[in-house]
């Protein structure tokens, strides 16, 4: 559905390494990727520009590496919009919901909740497609309890005429389009001509 896309936020293997639940977080965005590409959903990147690492590492984990007709745009800010060009590739498209996950859950992957939500996008936060750092034993809040506490605050909170969803990747579909766009022309960025799939 082209009015759906889902974003993959920085699962590079530098930054997964000792990442909460990681194993069953690659294979719930792997399968979500699958889906779309099914679907015909678009699929687009966020990759966090590290410094001092390996190219290598820098890399999307391989689990869920990105494949021919994906995006793949670069980032150096929580929020994957800033200055990444995203906001204008989801207009060109005509994109009213995002579906997200990615890393990690209190920096990037909620920032660019937030900030789809601010632009007038439809969010749908994937509960089991978002992971954070390990803690320390003992530290408090464990990494499993920011994970519940970001999946029970997107399912609280509310925005004047948006739809926000919290559900597992299993509950997630691509194949029911959104009833009602809740993006007004003035949210919408001035839109400048972009190819159809393109990477940065």
């Not at 896309?5 to 990681?22: K, P, R």
């Not at 150096?76 to 990690?104: H, K, N, P």
Request: net charge negative; glycine share 6%; hydrophobic share 40%.
């Amino acid at each position: 559905m082209q009015d759906t896309a889902l974003l993959i936020i920085d699962m590079q293997t530098a930054l997964l390494s000792d990442a909460y639940d990681v194993e069953a977080c690659l294979r719930n965005v792997a399968d979500l990727a699958e889906q779309a590409r099914s679907a015909g959903v678009p699929i687009i990147y966020l990759r966090q520009r590290l410094h001092d690492v390996p190219g290598g590492l820098m890399d999307v984990h391989q689990a869920v590496a990105p494949r021919l007709g994906d995006v793949v745009l670069d980032k150096d800010s929580a929020d994957s919009f800033l200055d990444t060009g995203l906001g204008d590739l989801l207009d060109e498209w005509a994109v009213c919901r995002v579906i997200i996950t990615g890393f990690s859950t209190e920096y990037c992957v909620d920032s660019t909740s937030r900030a789809a939500l601010s632009r007038g996008y439809d969010l749908v936060l994937v509960s089991d497609g978002h992971t954070t750092p390990e803690r320390p034993p003992g530290a408090a809040p464990s990494a499993a309890q920011v994970v519940a506490h970001h999946n029970s605050t997107f399912s609280a909170i509310r925005y004047a005429g948006r739809s926000i969803t919290v559900t597992p990747a299993a509950r997630v579909r691509f194949d029911t389009a959104v009833e009602s766009c809740g993006r007004r022309p003035d949210q919408r960025a001035d839109q400048r001509k972009l190819p159809a799939m393109w990477s940065r």
